[in-house]
């Protein structure tokens, strides 16, 4: 019988220009601190400021006859771009990474001779990724009382390089760029045309790509002009608060239900707080509201325009307090009508709109576009509770069935249901059912599912009502993270109903969830973490092999000859085929799951097995273990350990659930690095759960 094939999803071109956002704005959004720094002294301190001093806004001379260098022009030239560059060298390889990044970053600034955000925002990230591979090469290696040595030589010599690749290489071609730009942008204001970036800006606003915009463009031209002309209006073409306003505000004279209710205390969030993301959900309840929000962008920067106005530092986060903060000292006037004007225009076009329409928006309509705006952002939205009458979690009830889905549901997605189901028991919710699937047997009866990001998408249709999350690592997604902090918000306010209704009945939901994780221990992979310490025993009484046949001495191998990523799958299920586990089909079965879906689950850890059609293929459950103490190349990830899976109904989820407490904890993968028997191996994991 053939295997079902499966396509491997296409990247979605929003996706990937929103994480690429994303990653711009992690390196801008931490260090704004020190953008608004630079923004009050700039204002207080120049020859046009409030109160010019010299020696601080770095204008003309001092006693001597040399001229003051101040704070502004220093600041703007290393300390922000180098800001930069450590933090997105230190996103990419901690510490050391973000060291080798400002090294980096510190040619280029001094080749180019102007402030180099793009140049640092390209240097601080590559420093950290050579670096990072540059290290895997000798990982190991290194003869003990050596390490800081070769640790601290390599990254000065790869840091002087990658300067001196600043200096030469990277600064004339980022100075091009920055030139080009800027002609792009002086042309656009000269012919009158630069209102038309609404067209464009406020849409990418809505579907979350506007980090790139705003931190990868706007933000390097308008720091340059500020420092040439002691202001920039490109710090508001995004920033400006005005065309989300006036949309909350039509919202509040002629919408409908929940919608018409949560808008006051949106525009308050938005206008004050500066938390634009709050008004997404009121645009794609209707999208035609998109042309009030260009019209409302157009009008605010036809403004700023006329009126030569302008900010001195970016308006972070995009609150009117501060806007003001930031206002150039001859600006004030025109700033405040741009965002006047901006609120009035956008407010008329809504009212126009949402007069008009025949479908009114009710209550329902809100929460699924709220939905959807969290589902573009990719996690929940911190403020979306003010749309939903309450928290948006709590609305739909406590979250109790949470499940891992995977190809075949007997491989990743049991590893991580076992991790985050000790993750949400250590936050004191036993109660919450986290168990694993096939993607082929989901039903719509989940609160939360979880999914490789590859995945996803095949999960949406089976299971809409569902709150998703997408991870690219199983065993240390820092998703788990916001999934038991959704469980804390979703639970908490429950919890005392729930305990009342426990005291009456006995045994409620709660206790009828406990007592199905205890009767399932041996045999139920929804409770295979949850068994106990006699696992074993159980697993005999109800039938299902027990943990010792699963997991020998034969399959087990601590120096694997493989190199590869294919042929370290080989070598996993060759160990399967000489335990008469599976056929020939199940090892080709495994390399075609690699292929849709990669089965690197993180803390150098993969765990190859074959798709849900290869089931047929397997006799017996068993897993094999293989140590690559080199380590090899596993689709861009360095993989020591690759444990082969195949699984008869749930016989190895025990074994499985073992393994993933032994990744999740770091001094016991020191101890797998370490060990130099096979018992090892097998004591570490057959008493990981006593």
């Not at 709660?510 to 007592?515: D, I």
């Amino acid at each position: 019988m053939a295997t079902e094939t499966v396509a491997k999803p296409r990247t979605s071109v929003r996706v990937g220009v929103q994480k690429f956002g994303t990653f711009l704005s992690g390196m801008i959004m931490p260090n704004i601190g020190a953008f608004i720094a630079w923004g009050i002294i700039t204002a207080l301190f120049i020859e046009k400021g409030w109160i010019p001093v010299p020696q601080l806004g770095g204008f003309g001379t001092n006693a001597d006859g040399d001229p003051n260098i101040g704070l502004v022009g220093p600041m703007i030239t290393y300390l922000l771009p180098l800001l930069i560059a450590y933090t997105g060298g230190r996103m990419v390889y901690d510490v050391r990474g973000g060291v080798v990044g400002a090294i980096g970053t510190m040619g280029v600034i001094v080749g180019a001779g102007i402030p180099m955000f793009i140049g640092a925002m390209i240097m601080g990230p590559l420093g950290g990724w050579t670096m990072k591979k540059l290290d895997m090469l000798w990982d190991g290696k290194i003869r003990p009382g050596f390490e800081m040595l070769v640790n601290n030589f390599s990254a000065g010599i790869w840091g002087a390089l990658l300067a001196m690749l600043g200096f030469y290489g990277v600064s004339p071609l980022v100075s091009a760029f920055s030139t080009a730009a800027g002609n792009v942008v002086q042309f656009l204001v000269d012919n009158g045309l630069l209102p038309l970036t609404s067209i464009f800006i406020e849409p990418a606003k809505v579907l979350f790509l506007n980090n790139a915009i705003n931190h990868g463009v706007l933000t390097p031209l308008g720091v340059q002009q500020s420092l040439e002309q002691g202001k920039s209006m490109l710090f508001l073409l995004e920033a400006n608060p005005g065309p989300g306003l006036g949309i909350l505000l039509a919202y509040m004279f002629f919408g409908r239900g929940a919608a018409k209710a949560s808008a006051p205390g949106a525009a308050i969030i938005h206008f004050l707080g500066g938390i634009h993301e709050i008004y997404f959900p009121y645009v794609l309840m209707k999208p035609i509201l998109i042309v009030a929000a260009i019209a409302g962008g157009m009008t605010g920067i036809a403004t700023l325009a006329v009126t030569n106005a302008g900010l001195v530092a970016p308006a972070a986060p995009g609150s009117i307090i501060a806007v003001v903060a930031q206002t150039s000292r001859d600006s004030y006037l025109g700033v405040i009508l741009a965002v006047v004007l901006a609120t009035a225009v956008s407010f008329l076009v809504a009212s126009v709109i949402l007069k008009t329409s025949k479908v009114r928006d009710g209550d329902g309509d809100l929460s699924a576009a709220t939905s959807r705006m969290e589902d573009m952002k990719g996690k929940k939205s911190s403020v979306s509770s003010v749309l939903t009458g309450g928290a948006a979690a709590a609305a739909a009830g406590p979250i109790k069935n949470i499940v891992f889905a995977c190809d075949a549901g007997m491989g990743s997605s049991a590893m991580g249901a076992s991790v985050l189901r000790n993750k949400i028991k250590a936050a004191g919710f036993p109660d919450v059912k986290v168990t694993n699937s096939a993607i082929a047997n989901l039903s719509d009866t989940y609160d939360v599912v979880i999914t490789h990001q590859d995945l996803t998408e095949r999960a949406r249709p089976a299971t809409e009502s569902a709150r998703h999350y997408s991870v690219d690592n199983f065993m240390n997604s820092p998703r788990y993270d916001e999934i038991v902090e959704l469980v804390k918000e979703s639970n908490t306010e429950s919890a005392a109903d729930a305990g009342t209704s426990a005291g009456a009945a006995g045994t409620g939901v709660a206790g009828a969830g406990a007592a199905a994780a205890a009767g399932a221990a041996g045999g139920h992979g929804a409770h295979a973490a949850d068994a106990p310490v006699d696992a074993q025993s159980s697993a005999v009484a109800t039938g299902s092999a027990p943990t010792s046949e699963i997991l020998v001495a034969d399959s087990v191998v601590l120096t694997g000859t493989a190199t590869t990523r294919d042929e370290a799958i080989d070598e996993a299920g060759r160990l399967l085929l000489a335990r008469g586990a599976v056929d020939t089909a199940y090892v080709e079965a495994m390399h075609e799951r690699e292929e849709s879906v990669s089965t690197y689950m993180g803390s150098y850890l993969a765990i190859p097995h074959g798709t849900n059609a290869a089931k047929e293929h397997i006799m017996k459950s068993a897993v094999s273990v293989v140590r690559y103490p080199d380590g090899i190349d596993w689709n861009g990830k360095e993989v020591k350990f690759v444990v082969g899976v195949a699984g008869v109904n749930n016989e190895h989820l025990h074994i499985l659930s073992s393994i993933a407490k032994v990744f999740t904890n770091k001094a016991q993968v020191a101890q797998l690095e370490a060990a130099t028997t096979v018992d090892e191996v097998l004591d570490l994991f057959g008493k990981v759960n006593s």
